[in-house]
């Protein structure tokens, strides 16, 4: 995945994770306190200023912020 790393740079700004090391299998929801729900919409607000993209609210799902990978995942295909 092309932009992994800047998604894993936008989590540890984002979620103040520091240097916490992430990988594709680091999970996210439920795993992460610093995930909640205000952080969700931040996220978002930041991948979209990112990347360009625009993430409509019927497109939020829990399995696209299951693990890093997924988000990433999730990034790669609004860019295709």
């Not at 700004?13 to 992430?22: D, F, I, N, S």
């Not at 996220?43 to 890093?68: K, M, Y």
């Not at 988000?71 to 295709?80: D, I, N, T």
């Amino acid at each position: 995945m092309p932009h992994f790393s800047q998604v894993c740079q936008i989590l540890r700004t984002t979620l103040g994770l520091g240097r916490m090391p992430l990988t594709e299998d680091t999970q996210l929801l439920g795993s992460l306190p610093e995930l909640d729900s205000m952080a969700v919409a931040n996220l978002i607000l930041a991948l979209e200023q990112q990347f360009g993209i625009e993430v409509r609210d019927d497109e939020i799902s829990a399995r696209h912020f299951a693990t890093v990978g997924s988000l990433a995942g999730f990034v790669e295909s609004k860019l295709a």
